[in-house]
């Protein structure tokens, strides 16, 4: 709207100055200038546009919720009566229920030019909706705002973790996570090396000029003690799948971790030290710090077993998977909703939050790995792919593989201070 108004000045100033005298010498009387002039005007008033609406004749007012306020309280101010707002309430349920109009979000009241009284509500529940309630008629609509996709591509080195030096150049923690499972096979974090590489390319999406989220990975690369690992995207049996270079499935049965990037405390051990019963005995999970409440994950498919609390376990988990594998979660704060024996989940589901129930010195979680009824070390097993690229798909992956190799080639290896650089 910004770019109409400064438009619509330049070409008055234009009319209004220089074509005066070119109208002159071509026989145009002033008269017929300032008509000419008026009708340009009119018809640049017909720009003047905002959430749909031609504004030529409102006035804007914008604000955003205060703690406690309602549709009611918003719109007192502006002589909208109680009848209509609870018609407004009763018949927008559908479309947005004015119930969730949250604090700190943002609004737009439209007026008349000559009357105090709102002819437009306009609500953002989100960066990239708005929902518009006309008062005049009682009607309640919902749109999107214009969104712009901005392709990104990003390479860094690790000296820290991938996840401190991720952020450092602006990933978000969502897809530090999507990075961390598609290599969690490959790689592994707990063990990476300074001078370790990544690559990661993905898109952003923006709407008035702001980023409001991002898309999924569409390439990566990692480098790891100078070993090379492409993951490049290929739409297989209706699926889109990541790849290497050899058209090898990154995907398994099992996520690598069932929390999302985070740190192994104490690994399977037949000998360790159990610190709360200060004696020797195996320890035949794999524990994952976290701070309480962090979401647990199903790592795979399955139905419940067993959902319930022991003095020793605390509130747990138990999921076959197949006939070969079962997996338990321990020592959760919290069983989430609908966790109870014949339930099937799903890879990646929340089954549960992090705690300290049961014989727990701080909050983890404990993951135990069975394979054909008895528990294993869940880090050294070894869990078959998905299947490789096809034979007849061959040629159409090894197209895209190109295309993605010489995209992530050209990809330089960035520092954060450099990236701030890049963007200002």
């Not at 407004?88 to 700190?104: E, T």
């Not at 929390?259 to 994952?288: A, E, M, W």
Request: aromatic share 12%.
């Amino acid at each position: 709207m910004q770019k109409k108004w400064i438009s619509a000045s330049l070409i008055t100033l234009v009319l209004g100055g220089g074509l005066y005298h070119f109208w002159d010498q071509i026989g145009f009387n002033q008269n017929e200038e300032k008509v000419l002039v008026e009708d340009f005007k009119e018809e640049m008033k017909e720009d003047l546009v905002l959430y749909g609406i031609n504004i030529n004749d409102l006035d804007v007012i914008e604000g955003v919720v205060g703690k406690n306020q309602t549709l009611s309280t918003i719109l007192a101010p502006f002589n909208v009566s109680y009848q209509i707002i609870d018609e407004i309430a009763k018949k927008s349920k559908d479309i947005f229920d004015v119930r969730k109009i949250a604090f700190n979000k943002k609004f737009t009241v439209l007026t008349g030019r000559d009357s105090s009284e709102a002819q437009f509500f306009i609500y953002e529940p989100n960066p990239s909706e708005y929902v518009v309630f006309k008062l005049d008629e009682v009607s309640i609509y919902k749109e999107e705002k214009p969104v712009e996709y901005r392709d990104v591509e990003l390479g860094g080195e690790i000296s820290s973790s991938l996840y401190v030096n991720m952020t450092q150049l602006g990933i978000t923690p969502d897809l530090i996570d999507q990075f961390a499972d598609m290599y969690g096979w490959v790689v592994d974090f707990q063990r990476l090396q300074k001078g370790d590489k990544f690559k990661v390319v993905y898109k952003e999406k923006v709407v008035d000029g702001q980023v409001v989220g991002i898309t999924d990975i569409e390439a990566a690369y990692f480098e790891h003690m100078g070993s090379p690992y492409h993951a490049i995207p290929f739409e297989q049996n209706g699926e889109v799948s990541f790849f290497d270079q050899e058209g090898n499935s990154f995907k398994k049965a099992f996520l690598r971790d069932p929390l999302k990037y985070t740190r192994i405390s104490s690994r399977y051990n037949l000998n360790r030290y159990h610190p709360v019963q200060k004696r020797y005995k195996p320890h035949l999970g794999t524990d994952y710090a976290a701070p309480t409440g962090t979401e647990i994950r199903s790592v795979g498919e399955g139905t419940v077993v067993e959902a319930r609390f022991t003095s020793a376990n605390g509130n747990y988990v138990k999921i076959k998977h197949n006939g070969t594998y079962t997996t338990q979660y321990l020592h959760m704060s919290k069983i989430a909703s609908g966790m109870k024996p014949g339930a099937r989940v799903k890879q990646g589901q929340v089954i549960g939050f992090v705690g300290s129930t049961g014989l727990a010195t701080g909050p983890h979680l404990c993951f135990r790995f069975w394979k054909n009824g008895k528990q294993v070390d869940w880090l050294q097993e070894k869990i078959p792919p998905s299947d490789p690229i096809l034979p007849a798909n061959r040629m159409a992956f090894d197209q895209v593989k190109i295309d993605k190799l010489q995209l992530l080639a050209n990809i330089p290896i960035s520092s954060p201070v450099e990236r701030l650089v890049a963007e200002k």
